[in-house]
């Protein structure tokens, strides 16, 4: 399958497994002895080694390509607008000027203020951040209606970064639909929505030690 770019890069994902393998009659595959070793030799999946969801598009070597062509852009962009920022002050001394960025929720790298004991939705309550990326940052939050505590990654508000997610989204829904039985140790998404102009998802909040 080939993806229609557009602008802000962004991609039309596919819908259906079987736009990524429209001649695919068997939507699992066996892995070969050695394709799932670790460095060391061990098997990634143990008893599960022959077993994989097959379902990651062909294109994904384009797609890593057109990602890291994204941050190559956005940071340069980032680097000029920030050296446009340097003023002087009556002292000679340099300082960047301050901006309010979407209404104060957000920092200069447009990533949400993260503020503990906030409640989005009148459903979560932010406990603390717990993980920090090039897309986002990810805060440990606790759910009132399903009452435990989940992991919510906030994607930055800027649309370079929100049109990659948004095809993180598909995919991940794509495959949770193949893996009801989580054979694939593929991680659960379970929901996302919008929040002061960020997407966020929702994940279930799992261990550092992912064994």
Not at 40 to 68: F, H
Not at 76 to 94: F, H, M, P, W
Not at 100 to 113: C, K, Q
């Amino acid at each position: 399958m080939q993806y229609v770019q557009g602008p802000y890069t962004e991609w039309t994902a596919p819908t259906s497994y079987e736009q990524y393998y429209p001649n695919s009659t068997n939507r699992h595959h066996h892995l070969s002895s050695n394709a799932s070793s670790l460095t060391d030799g061990s098997s990634a999946y143990g008893s599960s080694t022959s077993y994989l969801y097959d379902i990651v598009p062909p294109a994904t070597d384009k797609i890593s390509a057109e990602l890291q062509n994204n941050y190559e852009v956005y940071y340069a962009k980032k680097k000029k607008r920030s050296n446009n920022q340097v003023i002087e002050d009556t002292n000679g001394l340099y300082k960047k000027e301050k901006r309010n960025l979407n209404d104060g929720y957000d920092d200069e790298n447009h990533d949400y203020i993260v503020r503990p004991g906030e409640i989005w939705l009148e459903r979560y309550t932010i406990d603390c951040l717990i993980g920090k990326g090039s897309f986002g940052q990810v805060v440990k939050a606790f759910d009132h209606i399903d009452g435990e505590y989940v992991a919510i990654k906030i994607i930055k508000n800027k649309r370079p970064f929100l049109s990659q997610a948004q095809i993180e989204v598909r995919l991940l829904e794509l495959m949770n639909q193949h893996d009801i039985d989580n054979n694939g140790y593929i991680v659960k998404l379970k929901r996302h929505f919008t929040f002061r102009n960020h997407l966020c998802l929702v994940f279930e909040l799992l261990s550092y030690n992912l064994y």
